[in-house]
């Protein structure tokens, strides 16, 4: 269990995720105003004590998520804050998380004996589109902060992080959608394509909610609050690496005849054929030659959980494997996820190898017939 402490309540918006602030959307409910940031009766909550003289906030209530309706780092709460460092200090018995979408604040704003960061306060930037991503993460990244993690949410487009996670120093990534009656839909995509980044990196990976409206193989869902977080969960794309969480993912292999008419409409994928060499080479070989290579390759550079140098494992010519892997889009594990719907991060199984070199040999026989 987690625990939470608001030392202040009310924000100012900030940026686009800012636009349905829950705080904003739950103090209107209630006929209040949001905008008005005011010290709570909770502000020393860390130093309070029950009639036993005992903590209230004691270590087995996990993390103590800090200021989660306002943001720790805002201009006016400055006053406020050395009083909060003074007791996150004093309790270092505890785990503090403190999530901001201020964190280019962070340096004007740390307790003079902050050094190289406190290792029982994890700091959380968040960002909700690229543009935010690319502004924060390398603030982020140069402060003197002991843990670091990346928060999505309300995710509002695709992002590139892969330049930042490489770094090693984001140790975890969570996604998720809005919630709200004006919520901003969430494509499913957005969250594979970090989940994915965070896979290539070993980074752990959570995706929280849908969100209120989402979006999943073209098609628009409502889905309804009580719902968003256990729907994320079924799905099983969240991420922790070695653990073998991804085979818990529920997904349907694409029927042959379909997959091979929309490759047919890729351009990219359309453009790879067998050379005259490539030909030969099957021909002397032999189909079963070609196929005992094709498991070969796949079982080494495909089926680890998280394999070596993904997306740049496949060559573009040398074997008439290589070419039937860009051309079925079987190239890398971003691809066998995008195309064929084998989730990422999970070794793969002797069916879907299996399934793998089915698709490669059919396209090399097709090839085949085409001379
Ligand atoms: S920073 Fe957070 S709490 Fe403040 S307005 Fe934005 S979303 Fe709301
Ligand atoms: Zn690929």
Same mark, same amino acid.
């Given at each position: 269990m987690n625990d939470i402490w608001n030392p202040w309540h009310g924000c100012r918006k900030l940026s686009p995720?800012?636009?349905?602030?829950y705080v904003y959307r739950r103090d209107e409910s209630i006929g209040?105003?949001?905008?008005?940031v005011t010290k709570t009766g909770d502000y020393d909550l860390p130093m309070k004590k029950d009639r036993h003289g005992q903590?209230?906030?004691?270590?087995?209530?996990?993390?103590?998520?800090?200021c989660m309706t306002s943001d720790f780092f805002l201009e006016e709460a400055d006053e406020w804050r050395q009083g909060c460092w003074d007791m996150i200090r004093e309790r270092s018995d505890l785990r503090f998380h403190i999530i901001t979408k201020?964190?280019?604040r962070f340096e004007q704003c740390?307790? !003079?004996?902050w050094g190289g960061g406190w290792e029982h306060v994890t700091i959380c930037s968040t960002c909700e589109d690229q543009d935010r991503a690319d502004y924060r993460l390398p603030i982020f990244l140069k402060l003197p902060v002991k843990h670091r993690e990346v928060i999505? &949410?309300?995710?509002?487009g695709e992002i590139d992080m892969e330049k930042y996670l490489a770094s090693?120093?984001?140790?975890h990534v969570t996604c998720g959608g809005e919630s709200g009656s004006s919520a901003r839909p969430c494509d499913f995509r957005w969250i594979q394509d970090v989940r994915r980044q965070c896979i290539r990196h070993a980074v752990p990976f959570y995706f929280k909610q849908t969100g209120a409206v989402f979006i999943k193989d073209g098609r628009t869902y409502r889905i309804e609050r009580k719902m968003q977080m256990p729907q994320a969960k079924k799905s099983g794309y969240s991420y922790t690496p070695?653990?073998?969480?991804?085979?818990s993912i529920v997904y349907r292999l694409p029927e042959r005849a379909e997959l091979f008419a929309e490759l047919k409409k890729s351009g990219f994928r359309s453009r790879f054929h067998l050379s005259v060499k490539d030909r030969e080479y099957v021909t002397e070989k032999g189909a079963e030659t070609i196929r005992s290579h094709a498991c070969d390759l796949v079982e080494k550079?495909?089926?680890? &959980?998280n394999p070596d140098n993904d997306g740049k494992q496949? !060559?573009?010519?040398?074997?008439p494997v290589f070419l039937a892997q860009h051309a079925t889009a079987c190239c890398c594990r971003s691809c066998l996820e995008k195309?064929?719907?084998?989730?990422?991060g999970k070794v793969l199984n002797s069916e879907e190898q299996e399934y793998i070199v089915g698709v490669l040999m059919d396209w090399i026989a097709e090839e085949m017939k085409n001379v």
């Open positions: 995720g800012c636009a349905n602030c209040k105003d949001a905008s008005v903590y209230k906030l004691t270590a087995d209530a996990g993390v103590i998520y800090t201020r964190i280019d740390t307790p !003079p004996d999505c &949410e309300p995710m509002l090693g120093l984001i140790e070695g653990t073998g969480c991804a085979d550079r495909l089926s680890a &959980e496949t !060559p573009m010519k040398g074997h195309w064929h719907h084998i989730p990422a």
